[in-house]
């Protein structure tokens, strides 16, 4: 048993963020599932948004992520995110992360889309990511320690005080590991992998919502997940994400025959909010019809987008035709663990940021490129808290913890394959009640009798791994039954409009039931829980 100030479970941008703004008086572990660079944030092409070009404010990029979002935020924390934006940007820079600039040494800002104006701060042209995670591992402090390729599996909380006091972990030969700390924080990215269209890591599978909801925080929102419309489409299988800085750059969605997609759905047209135009195209795909990102209007295309360049190349998709097959995925999950303004969970010394959390900063559906400022914003935030608290006294690694019950015989669970492609036909881009109740029954018949507080260390990584999707999977379709309209991401065929009386109402679960919160208790509450 290891003991630590501060667990950071997750290697993602929030993650790192976080570590590297903690006071030098704390010991750090960062604990990660797979390696330190199988993350989201790695992933993430577009960039930054930010309100620093010219004539740009931060009431502006307000403006735009509120309407995205279909007003559905917490709007004090959507004020705090755009108005620190800039500043985050100039801390980077300070840092020595250097950003693409234009030829007269400015910023090189990309639109994207639901932006009113070009805000989009980017590195090695659609590689931000990969810039900025390896800039921040590169300032790592020396004395945090890094393990990697740990599957954590159980979160330790005192049976007395109810409060959260460690992890427990396998290594890849599963065997268990226990650390101990007066600060846990889950950085642990969002749900992606539960569905077989996806432009998520492969580690990403729910995790995080599945370790605090087994511990009993409570969760919320679970049923507002965002599609991204462009996804590289072969052979019935998406390869990765084409990112929507394409758009940006006057690329344009085009069906077999050249016809473009959005044309007359949306004032946008292509650079529509993200659910709107994954809708049109995911109707595209259901009627049998090719859908095409056009790249034929952009200039330097592979000079501009290297990465998505590497991407078809690796995949046998030619750019001559300057057309690339794309398809909507899961991308980004707007609910998750209910947290207040500096990502405190429910349970005392749980907390939690980035994807993982549901902060509030993205309503029902995100704005495109503020995933990574609410990473860089949280990190730090919570930083800045944690580095005010006095210290504890540490009584946690000499207490003498209580077995659990051992489950050696692992229950009967879906296979991955099956559940993951299930969650994309039932609870997916487009959702009815006869459908996601077909998909409640079908998971209600797994899982059967598996009580959240009893011991898995018997269990191999892979049951646990299916039981945590499960779970959120579960958490997913209930939310979305009970949801009966349409706003932002959550799309209800059988409920097509949105609802005012919804719009007041979150639905947030835990291991006690469900509580619809009403936005008027939530603003109160918000600032301790949700």
Not at 4 to 27: E, P, T
Not at 83 to 102: M, R, S, T, V, W
Not at 313 to 332: D, M, Q, T, W, Y
Not at 345 to 357: D, H, N, P, Q, W
Request: one cysteine or more; a negative charge.
């Amino acid at each position: 048993m290891k003991t630590y100030d501060c667990i950071i479970v997750g290697s993602g941008i929030a993650a790192m963020q976080l570590a590297h703004h903690l006071s030098a008086r704390f010991r750090v572990l960062i604990i990660t599932k797979s390696t330190r660079r199988a993350s989201n944030s790695y992933r993430a092409q577009g960039g930054i948004a930010a309100a620093v070009g010219e004539g740009d404010k931060p009431v502006f990029h307000y403006e735009d992520t509120i309407k995205a979002g279909c007003h559905f935020h917490n709007e004090q924390q959507v004020r705090e995110l755009v108005e620190n934006g800039p500043e985050l940007i100039e801390q980077l820079k300070d840092g020595g992360l250097y950003f693409d600039e234009d030829d007269k040494g400015r910023l090189a800002l990309g639109m994207e889309g639901a932006h009113g104006r070009n805000r989009i701060v980017h590195c090695g042209g659609d590689a931000t990511g990969t810039y900025i995670m390896d800039h921040l591992f590169l300032s790592l402090r020396e004395d945090i320690d890094v393990v990697e390729n740990r599957f954590v599996y159980e979160l330790i909380i005192h049976p007395v005080t109810k409060k959260c006091i460690g992890i427990k972990a396998k290594d890849e030969e599963g065997n268990n590991e226990m650390y101990i700390a007066d600060h846990v924080v889950l950085a642990m990215g969002g749900i992606g992998g539960l569905f077989s269209f996806t432009s998520n890591d492969p580690s990403v599978a729910g995790d995080g919502i599945a370790l605090a909801y087994r511990a009993g925080a409570e969760i919320t929102d679970m049923e507002f997940i965002q599609f991204h419309p462009t996804l590289l489409y072969l052979n019935g299988k998406t390869r990765g994400l084409v990112s929507e800085a394409v758009r940006g750059e006057g690329g344009q969605l085009v069906d077999g025959a050249g016809i473009p997609i959005m044309a007359g759905k949306h004032p946008l047209e292509d650079l529509a909010p993200r659910h709107i135009v994954a809708k049109e195209l995911f109707q595209q795909r259901v009627a049998g019809k090719d859908v095409y990102l056009d790249i034929s209007k952009i200039d330097r295309f592979e000079a501009r987008f290297p990465t998505i360049t590497a991407m078809c190349e690796a995949n046998g998709v030619s750019l001559k035709e300057r057309k690339i097959p794309v398809a909507p995925g899961c991308h980004f999950l707007m609910g998750g663990i209910a947290v207040d303004s500096v990502g405190r969970t429910s349970i005392e010394g749980l907390y939690a940021i980035g994807e993982t959390a549901s902060t509030g900063v993205h309503g029902a559906n995100r704005l495109a490129s503020n995933s990574l400022l609410e990473g860089l914003h949280y990190g730090k935030k919570l930083a800045t808290f944690l580095n005010i608290q006095p210290a504890q006294s540490g009584m946690a690694s000499t207490f003498v913890f209580p077995t659990k019950q051992a489950v050696r015989q692992e229950p009967l669970l879906p296979a991955k394959a099956e559940l993951q492609e299930k969650m994309m036909a039932y609870a997916g881009i487009i959702r009815t009640q006869s459908e996601l109740e077909q998909l409640d029954n079908w998971l209600s018949g797994y899982g059967e009798g598996i009580s959240e507080d009893l011991s898995l260390n018997e269990w191999s990584t892979d049951t646990i791994q299916l039981l945590f999707m499960l779970h959120a999977a579960k958490l997913i379709t209930k939310a979305a039954q009970l949801r009966t309209e349409s706003r932002g991401a959550h799309n209800r065929e059988d409920f097509y409009e949105e609802d005012e009386r919804w719009g007041q109402i979150h639905i947030v679960q835990s291991k006690k039931g469900i509580e619809m919160r009403e936005r008027q208790r939530e603003h109160h509450k918000v600032e301790v829980y949700a």
